[in-house]
């Protein structure tokens, strides 16, 4: 059983960037419900495909009596006519968008935003995006504050990017001879990232300089842990999602801070969407005493503990800090470190997502994530609609004189600090 993966609030405006080949929240199509109107034969297609479950998603429509498997072929056959008849751009129609279309509307309908179908190029990124791995050159991109272009913001430490001297502030114009100006960040992005040992010709201008140079693509594991050591031996660890990745990269930074003597510790999940159940609760493994980590209901009222033994408790003052933007993941980690009092919440009240989500293979290169649980939290506390309130109320404040400043960091720095002395 997977938590959602994908899952969010928008992110916080300020980090408006993009990873090549990263995952992002979700920015699905729209709403495409509108589109699913069916021309000519497709008409049987669909409705055909639809009968999901023997039947159970005809059953659903003709429950209440009012509408008749006739009658939704009949309204069908109504629209295709309609727009055989009248449609200005008929020569443009893409009926397999229209027949996604249906299946998107259909679970848009729920009316749950984490109930989603994902079309087969939805589906590789989301898949990708899951790993915390792809196949790209390894540098963050963002489009340039006047809109003019995509400037490079990071590049990974020892990825093709950094062979190829590509560095921060470079601005992309041109890839593989394709211009950037006029496209949205997404195609650059699709145009950057493909298959590993394959070559892609990046063009940038650096201090009025035009470059040319080639970077060959390899497999990158995104960064999704940062940490640092801070003043009076305070440990710092950023994370940024949950991924596959995510659980060997936090272990490594929580025992090199260790190593270096740490005596206090802040970990900062502000503007983190969340992430996989599994790392989360092996991450959780590293800090909890023994007990319940979280527990999953279903719609049958079946529960699952996940649980901890309680090896490796974390006895250190730590700080977890958090936003309007931790969620999912990003709560069941809170949630836990504050009802086992092993730590102080610091920040905001959190985003409020106390649901669980499974992605399921339709088996013909397309998934469906469904909504399949809630979870609650080592005491038993929901926080679906809530969120997990702050032991430390710190709301951010914008410092004009020092935009590098970060009262709330400050604020969990002194929380730790009190609990040290």
Same mark, same amino acid.
């Given at each position: 059983?997977?938590?959602?993966?994908?899952?969010?609030?928008?992110?916080d405006?300020?980090?408006?960037?993009?990873?090549?080949?990263?995952k992002?929240?979700?920015?699905?199509?729209?709403?495409?419900? !509108?589109?699913g109107?069916?021309?000519?034969?497709a008409?049987?297609?669909?409705?055909?495909?639809?009968?999901?479950?023997?039947?159970?998603?005809?059953?659903?429509s003709?429950?209440?009596?009012?509408?008749?498997?006739?009658?939704?072929?009949?309204?069908?056959?109504?629209?295709?006519?309609?727009?055989?008849?009248?449609y200005?751009y008929e020569?443009?129609?893409?009926?397999?968008?229209?027949?996604?279309?249906?299946?998107?509307?259909?679970?848009?309908?729920?009316?749950?935003?984490?109930?989603?179908y994902?079309?087969?190029?939805?589906?590789?990124?989301?898949?990708?995006?899951?790993?915390?791995?792809f196949?790209?050159?390894g !540098?963050?991109?963002?489009?340039?504050?006047?809109?003019?272009?995509?400037?490079?913001?990071?590049?990974y430490?020892?990825?093709?990017?950094?062979?190829?001297?590509?560095?921060?502030?470079?601005?992309?114009?041109?890839?593989?001879?394709?211009?950037v100006?006029g496209?949205?960040?997404?195609?650059?992005?699709?145009?950057?990232?493909g298959?590993?040992?394959t070559?892609?010709t990046?063009?940038?201008?650096?201090d009025?300089?035009?470059?040319?140079?080639v970077?060959?693509?390899?497999?990158?594991?995104?960064?999704?842990?940062?940490?640092?050591?801070?003043?009076?031996?305070?440990?710092?660890?950023s994370?940024?999602?949950?991924?596959?990745?995510?659980?060997?990269?936090?272990?490594?930074?929580?025992?090199?801070?260790?190593?270096?003597?740490?005596?206090?510790?802040?970990?900062d999940?502000?503007?983190?969407?969340?992430?996989?159940?599994?790392?989360?609760?092996?991450?959780?493994?590293l800090?909890?005493?023994?007990?319940?980590?979280?527990?999953?209901?279903?719609?049958?009222?079946?529960t699952e503990?996940?649980?901890?033994d309680?090896?490796?408790?974390?006895t250190?003052?730590?700080?977890v800090?958090?936003n309007?933007?931790?969620?999912?993941a990003s709560?069941?980690f809170?949630? !836990?470190?504050?009802?086992?009092?092993?730590?102080?919440?610091?920040?905001?009240t959190t985003?409020?997502?106390?649901?669980?989500?499974q992605?399921?293979?339709l088996?013909d290169?397309?998934?469906?994530?469904?909504?399949?649980?809630?979870?609650?939290?080592?005491?038993?506390?929901?926080?679906?609609?809530?969120?997990?309130?702050?032991?430390?109320?710190?709301?951010?404040?914008?410092?004009?004189?020092?935009?590098?400043?970060?009262?709330?960091?400050?604020?969990a720095?002194?929380?730790?600090?009190?609990e040290m002395?």
């Amino acid at each position: 059983m997977n938590e959602e993966w994908n899952v969010k609030a928008d992110r916080d405006s300020e980090k408006s960037g993009e990873t090549v080949g990263e995952k992002e929240p979700d920015r699905k199509k729209g709403n495409r419900f !509108a589109a699913g109107v069916l021309t000519g034969a497709a008409v049987v297609l669909v409705i055909a495909a639809c009968v999901w479950g023997g039947g159970k998603l005809l059953q659903r429509s003709y429950a209440s009596g009012n509408v008749s498997e006739e009658d939704v072929n009949q309204k069908l056959d109504r629209i295709n006519a309609i727009i055989d008849n009248y449609y200005l751009y008929e020569d443009e129609i893409d009926e397999d968008a229209l027949i996604e279309g249906i299946y998107s509307g259909y679970t848009s309908a729920l009316g749950d935003p984490y109930t989603e179908y994902y079309d087969e190029e939805e589906t590789r990124a989301l898949l990708e995006s899951t790993s915390g791995e792809f196949s790209g050159i390894g !540098a963050t991109l963002t489009l340039s504050s006047d809109g003019s272009g995509v400037t490079v913001v990071n590049v990974y430490k020892d990825s093709p990017a950094e062979k190829a001297g590509l560095q921060d502030g470079d601005v992309l114009y041109q890839v593989d001879g394709r211009d950037v100006s006029g496209q949205d960040l997404e195609t650059v992005v699709s145009w950057v990232k493909g298959e590993k040992g394959t070559d892609v010709t990046l063009s940038v201008l650096r201090d009025g300089e035009t470059i040319e140079t080639v970077a060959t693509r390899d497999m990158i594991e995104v960064q999704t842990v940062e940490s640092k050591m801070m003043g009076d031996n305070i440990g710092y660890i950023s994370v940024s999602e949950f991924d596959e990745v995510t659980y060997d990269q936090f272990s490594e930074a929580l025992s090199s801070l260790e190593n270096q003597g740490m005596e206090g510790l802040v970990i900062d999940l502000r503007n983190n969407p969340g992430g996989n159940l599994d790392t989360v609760t092996d991450m959780l493994r590293l800090l909890l005493p023994e007990g319940t980590i979280v527990s999953i209901r279903d719609k049958n009222g079946n529960t699952e503990e996940i649980t901890c033994d309680g090896e490796n408790e974390f006895t250190k003052p730590l700080a977890v800090l958090v936003n309007q933007y931790s969620a999912s993941a990003s709560e069941i980690f809170s949630g !836990a470190v504050q009802d086992y009092g092993i730590g102080q919440i610091v920040g905001v009240t959190t985003y409020g997502k106390g649901v669980v989500q499974q992605l399921i293979d339709l088996e013909d290169g397309t998934y469906l994530k469904v909504t399949i649980a809630e979870y609650y939290t080592p005491s038993g506390r929901s926080i679906n609609g809530t969120g997990v309130e702050p032991d430390v109320q710190a709301e951010y404040e914008y410092n004009s004189e020092d935009p590098q400043a970060d009262n709330q960091l400050e604020a969990a720095i002194e929380t730790v600090k009190a609990e040290m002395n």
